[in-house]
Each structure stands twice: as C-alpha cells, then as structure tokens.
C-alpha cells in the first residue's frame, strides 16, 4: 500500500470523507472508497489516474460534495488500496463495477468522471451490464484508448521505434521517484503539466505521484504500454464529454480527438490552452464545470442512496 503523502492545507488537500468503505472486486481485492457530500443527492463517482489517488480528485470533492454525492476512490495498489496481483484492464472494469455495486442502490445512476487510467477504466467496463445500469453520463479526462507509448512527447525527438522504445522505458523504469525535491518538481512538470502551471499545483501533483510505491507504477506502465481499448470504446453509448490539455505530453491531445470522434455519443469535446496532463489539478474548475454540467442534463432528481 502506497503512502499518503498529499498536500495538508490548501485548494489541493483531500476534505475528509462522510464515511468510508471497502469495495471486493471480483478477484477479491479490496478498495478504498470514499463517500462525500449528502444522502439523496445526485451521484458523481471518480476514477483517479495512474500514480494517483482520491486525493488528486480534491478541488472536485470539495465543489461537488456542496450538492451532490461524491464517491471516489482508489484504484488497486494506490492510495490506501492494497496491491494485487492482476494487473490488467479486465481488473480495472472490475474494480469499477464493485465500486458502483457497493455505493449506488439497484437502478440508480450517477455521472462517471476518469483520468487518464480512470478513463481507460471507464472505457475497459462499458460494456458489462453493471455499467449500464449505473451510468448516466461519463466524463473522459486526458485519457487515451490505444498507442499510448507511441503517442507519448515526453522526448522532444521524432516520432518512431526509438522514442517509442525509450519513453517505454522511463514510464516502466524500476528505479524508485525518491523524495519531493525541487528536481523532482521540474521533472513531474515538465513531463505531465503545463508550463504554466503554479508550484502549489505542481508540489499537490509531485507528493501524490511520488507515494505510488515503484512495483505499482511499473505494473500498471506495462498494462497501459500494450493498452488497446478502441473496441471497447465503441460500447461506451452513454452521454460522453471529452475534455483534454492542449500541452499534455503524456496523452496528447490527439487521442482525445480520436475518442471523441469515434464515440458514438460524443457531447463535447473541450482542449484546453496552455494545460498538460493533470487536468483536475491544472484546470479544476474546467473539470468541476463538466461534470456539473452532465449531471444537470442527465441526472434526475436526488435519489435514494445504498446502504452498504
């Protein structure tokens, strides 16, 4: 299990849930969820990135929770979730539909918002039936389906099998982040935020990347190398908006053209200037407004909530 090592203070500081919750996945892994905001309200649920947490989700969790209820929670090997042993993304679409089975009541349907891997979890459940009872809406941020690796700009070399090769390689490198130094602040931001981005953001995006423990990182880098969701991507029918940074390095924008272009139910498609990979944490407001924005056209009036 990673350790917590989020911000404490400020914008960027996880709010301390309602309650808190274990989901089982159907290998028996078990995950950390969170439950913010009201009983009744209408149901938001987010899946957090790779090397992330519920934490990266905490300028959302905080506007949210105002009104709706929002359930986040940690993906399998981050946060306060214990590693696994399957690694793939039939254990993601897994883990997503446990989550919704232990938070949402029978019929009830929420607005679904994931980043980057959180996406391609979305993607990967689409088409089991569990997805469709419980999803009303979906949000895809900075996320991609298929040619990751291949896509990637982290190197500024041309495009071909040794960029492809090397950035591989420094996505799944075996060799521990260390500590939170200023070098480590410049790397992050360079590879997954924009140049403009303000140190407070930065420093919230460094001490959440850096408590990924390094197996989890390099485990779910190997998934995501090979990654192929475009057939599941198909399956995903539901009301979705797309919403992309126009300097992100790590998926660049061209996959999400590519999603929203083969979506069959494409409501949006935002790119926003100046803004790289991070976009909950870059651009919080542009996230919250999305996601606010699904559910007042797709979520019906506050329903009643699951006991667990």
Same mark, same amino acid.
Request: hydrophobic share 45%.
């Given at each position: ?10 914008? =960027?500081?996880? @709010? ?12 028996? /892994? ?7 905001? &009201?009983? !009744?309200a209408p149901a938001v649920v987010l899946a957090h990135g790779w090397t992330c947490s519920t934490a990266f989700w905490a300028a959302q969790v905080r506007d949210l929770a105002e009104d709706h209820r929002?359930?986040? =929670? ?8 214990? /590693? ?23 019929? &009830? ?8 891997? !959180?996406?391609?979890?979305i993607m990967a459940a689409a088409g089991r039936p569990e997805f469709a009872e419980h999803a009303a809406a979906v949000l895809l941020c900075s996320t991609g389906s298929a040619r990751l690796v291949e ?17 591989? /390689?420094?996505? !799944? ?16 931001? =360079? /590879? ?10 930065? &420093? ?8 990924? @423990?390094? !197996? ?21 029918? $539901? ?12 998926? @660049? ?28 944490? &870059?651009? @919080?407001?542009? $996230? ?21």
């Open positions: 299990m990673s350790r917590l090592m989020h911000v404490s203070s400020g914008p =960027y500081a996880p @709010p301390a849930a309602r309650r808190e919750l274990v989901a089982v996945s159907a290998d028996g /892994a078990r995950l950390h969820v969170e439950v913010h905001g &009201e009983d !009744g929002v359930i986040a =929670y940690d993906q399998r090997g981050h946060g306060r979730s214990p /590693a696994a042993r399957a690694h793939s993304t039939g254990a993601l679409a897994d883990d997503l539909v446990a989550v919704l089975g232990a938070v949402l009541a029978p019929g &009830e349907r929420a607005v679904l918002a994931g980043h980057s891997m !959180g996406g391609m979890t896509e990637a700009l982290v190197l500024p070399v041309r495009a071909g099998r040794l960029r492809t090769r090397v950035t591989g /390689a420094i996505l !799944g490198s075996r060799a521990p982040l260390g500590p939170v130094t200023p070098v480590a602040r410049k790397v992050l931001k =360079y /590879a997954t935020m924009g140049p403009g981005s303000a140190p407070d953001k930065v &420093e919230a995006c460094a001490r959440i990347v850096h408590a990924c @423990p390094t !197996g989890v990182r390099r485990a779910w880098s190997q998934v995501l190398s090979g990654l192929d969701l475009e057939a599941e991507l198909a399956g995903l029918t $539901v009301p979705t908006a797309v919403i992309a940074g126009a300097r992100d390095r790590l998926t @660049p924008v061209v996959h999400a053209r590519a999603i929203a272009a083969a979506l069959p139910d494409c409501v949006g498609l935002t790119e926003l200037p100046g803004i790289g990979h991070m976009t909950p944490i &870059e651009a @919080p407001e542009a $996230v919250t407004t999305a996601v606010r924005e699904l559910s007042a056209r797709h979520l019906s009036a506050p329903q009643k909530e699951k006991t667990p």
